[in-house]
Each structure stands twice: as structure tokens, then as C-alpha cells.
């Protein structure tokens, strides 16, 4: 089992950056593949990008697409999403979480992650 902890949301204007920070405690998070999703109000929650265990296979949601980047260092038990030129309709909980070893490495299914941290709000204003 593996613990995960989110930091780095905030608010900030359309344009800005942020980078969110998901700290993983346990055994596990070297050898796994990591994701982030996000809910936004009223919507379920949402796939936004995976990275397998040696920070390879980057997958992304078309709608951040060359504006997020997905990292880890594994050293440090962290995973990473760079966000820049944040909009509006990036405002969301995001939540970091560990894939299930028996699901498809480039899935994006929430129900194939089996761990996940509390979420850190980022909201972004027009």
C-alpha cells in the first residue's frame, strides 16, 4: 500500500503556473505507474496524465496537452505536474494516484488506480 499526499494547489490568474507535488510513502510507488486526475464542481472526476515508474510513456489528456507536464523523482518519493497557462476551466481538485499493477499501462480509467491522495484545489481566475 502506498500513501499519497498532494501540495502546490492555489490560486491563480489565467496564464499563470502552478506545479503540484504528490509525496508518496510505502514500497510500492518506485515500481509503479503514478496519475493525476481532477474534479471539477458538478462533473466526475476526470483523467489529466500518467507516468510509469521510470518517468517514461507520458500520457495526457488532449485538453492540457502541451500545457501540463507530468514528472517523478524517485529518489524522493515525489511525482510532479508542472501546469502552465492555466484557464479558467482548470479550476479542480486534483488528485494524485497509483496504478494498479494488473491495468494497462496507458490507461486512464480511475477504477484501474487503487490508491489515492486527498486532492489540493487549484482554481484559476479570469
Known amino acids: 500500500q502506498v500513501q499519497l499526499v498532494e501540495s502546490g494547489g492555489g490560486l491563480v490568474q489565467a496564464g499563470g503556473s502552478l506545479r503540484l507535488s504528490c509525496e508518496a510513502s510505502g514500497r510500492t510507488f518506485i515500481n509503479s505507474a503514478m496519475g493525476w486526475f481532477r474534479q471539477a464542481p458538478g462533473k466526475d472526476r476526470e483523467f489529466v496524465a500518467i507516468?510509469?515508474?521510470?518517468?517514461?510513456?507520458?500520457i495526457y489528456a488532449d485538453s492540457v496537452k502541451g500545457r501540463f507536464t507530468i514528472s517523478r523523482n524517485n529518489p524522493k518519493n515525489t511525482m510532479y505536474l508542472q501546469m502552465n497557462s492555466l484557464k479558467p476551466e482548470d479550476t479542480a481538485v486534483y488528485y494524485c494516484?497509483?496504478?494498479?499493477?494488473?491495468?494497462?499501462?496507458?490507461?486512464?480509467?480511475?477504477?484501474?488506480?487503487?490508491?489515492w491522495g486527498q486532492g489540493t484545489q487549484v482554481t484559476v481566475s479570469s
Open positions: 507516468i510509469n515508474w521510470i518517468g517514461a510513456n507520458l
Open positions: 494516484a497509483r496504478k494498479s499493477d494488473r491495468a494497462a499501462y496507458y490507461t486512464r480509467d480511475e477504477t484501474d488506480f487503487d490508491s
